[in-house]
C-alpha cells in the first residue's frame, strides 16, 4: 500500500453509480479513473456502451442532444433509435441489424439494432496490478428468433491511457443465424473541431451514396459546425488486416488512435456530421457496412454463426497527449 493514500480511490478505480433525473434516470454506470488522466464512463444498463471519454479533463467523444437515456425509452419502429442515441464514445450497433432499417428475408429490422438498448445480463468489474477489467453479458434473444449473446471485456490499462474492447459473440438458438456488429465510435469537441487532423491508412475511399461522392475529396477535412448540414459517409477499405483511424488536433496536442483486425472487421465507416450541435466525426469499425441487413445478405457480406458457433471481436483504443 502507497503509505501517501487513505484510499485508492484518490488516484484511480472503478466506482459504481446511479444516474438521478432525465431519462436517465435510475441507469447504472461504472466510472473508471487508471491514474494516468484517463476517465472513462461505462454503462451497464446499455450493453456496456461507454458514454464518456475523457483524457486529463478533455473531453473526447460527442454527447447526443438525448443525453443519457434509459432502455425503456427506446423504439425500434424505423428509426426512432435515434430518439435514445445517446452516441457518447461508444454506442454498439447490431444485433440483428446495422445500419438503414429494412426487411430481410420476411422479418422487419430496426435501424441499427436493439444490443445498444438492452442491459446486460450481468456486469462486474476486477483489477490485477496492471489492468481494470469491467465485464458484462447481453442477451439478444427473443422466442421463435434469434438468439445471440455478446460477451464483453473492457481492459483499462493502468500504465498507459489506453484500453481493448473483446467481445465474443455466440448463436445460442438452434439454427443458423445472421450477425452485424459495428462500433459507432464518436469523436466529440474539442478533440474534433475544423483544425482536427484525420488519418485513415486505407487503401481504397468510397462514398456511401451521390451527396458523399461530390465531396470525397475532403474526406479527412473537418468543417466548422454547419446549419442544414447532411451527413456524409465513406467506406474505407483497407488492404490488410492492420485497421487503423487516428484523430489528432494539434491546439491541444492530443490524438486518439482506433486499431483493429480489418479482416475480421472488414466494413470501416467514417461518418462525417458537421451539423450545429450535432457535430460529431464517426469512426467505426464493424464486419459490416450500414446499408441494411437485406443489402449486405445481396453482397455477400453478412455473416452467420452456426449453432454453438462463437465469433471473438477486438478493438484498441490508444489516447496520445
Known amino acids: ?86 452516441a457518447g464514445f461508444l454506442t454498439t450497433c447490431g444485433l440483428q441489424a446495422v445500419g438503414s432499417p429494412c426487411e430481410d428475408q420476411g422479418e422487419v429490422l430496426p435501424l441499427h439494432g436493439s444490443i445498444a438498448n438492452i ?43 489506453c484500453f481493448t474492447i473483446t467481445d465474443t459473440i455466440e448463436n445460442t438458438g438452434d439454427r443458423e443465424e445472421p450477425f452485424e456488429i459495428l462500433y459507432h465510435m464518436n469523436m466529440g469537441y474539442p478533440l474534433l473541431d475544423e483544425d482536427s487532423i484525420i488519418t485513415i491508412p486505407a487503401e481504397k475511399v468510397l462514398p456511401r451514396d451521390d451527396h458523399a461522392a461530390e465531396d470525397i475529396e475532403n474526406w479527412m477535412h473537418m468543417e466548422k459546425p454547419q446549419a442544414g448540414y447532411q451527413e456524409r459517409c465513406y467506406y474505407h477499405i483497407f488492404s490488410d488486416d492492420k485497421g487503423k483511424a487516428q484523430i489528432y488536433q494539434p491546439k491541444l496536442g492530443l490524438g486518439l488512435t482506433i486499431e483493429f483486425d480489418a479482416k475480421e472487421l472488414d466494413g470501416f465507416v467514417e461518418w462525417k456530421m458537421m451539423g450545429v450541435r450535432d457535430y460529431v466525426l464517426g469512426l467505426e469499425c464493424g464486419n459490416c457496412y450500414p446499408d441494411g441487413r437485406d443489402v449486405m445478405r445481396k453482397s455477400g457480406m453478412l455473416k452467420f454463426l452456426a449453432p454453438g458457433e462463437k465469433k471473438t471481436y477486438q478493438v484498441k483504443i490508444s489516447i496520445q497527449s
Open 1 to 86: 500500500m502507497n503509505p501517501y493514500i487513505g484510499h485508492l480511490s484518490q488516484i484511480s478505480g472503478i466506482e459504481e453509480h446511479r444516474l438521478v433525473g432525465g431519462k436517465g434516470d435510475g441507469m447504472r454506470i461504472y466510472e473508471v479513473t487508471n491514474g494516468k488522466g484517463l476517465e472513462m464512463v461505462v454503462s451497464p444498463d446499455r450493453n456496456c456502451d461507454i458514454p464518456r471519454l475523457r483524457v486529463n479533463g478533455v473531453n473526447l467523444s460527442y454527447m447526443s442532444p438525448c443525453g443519457y437515456v434509459a432502455p425503456a425509452y427506446y423504439d425500434s419502429i424505423g428509426t426512432n433509435w435515434l430518439q435514445s442515441f445517446t
Open 119 to 161: 442491459p446486460a445480463f450481468h456486469s462486474y468489474y476486477t483489477e490485477d496490478e496492471e489492468t481494470f477489467r469491467i465485464h458484462s453479458l447481453t442477451r439478444d434473444e427473443v422466442i421463435f428468433g434469434r438468439k445471440l449473446t455478446l460477451c464483453r471485456e473492457i481492459a483499462v490499462s493502468k500504465a498507459e491511457n
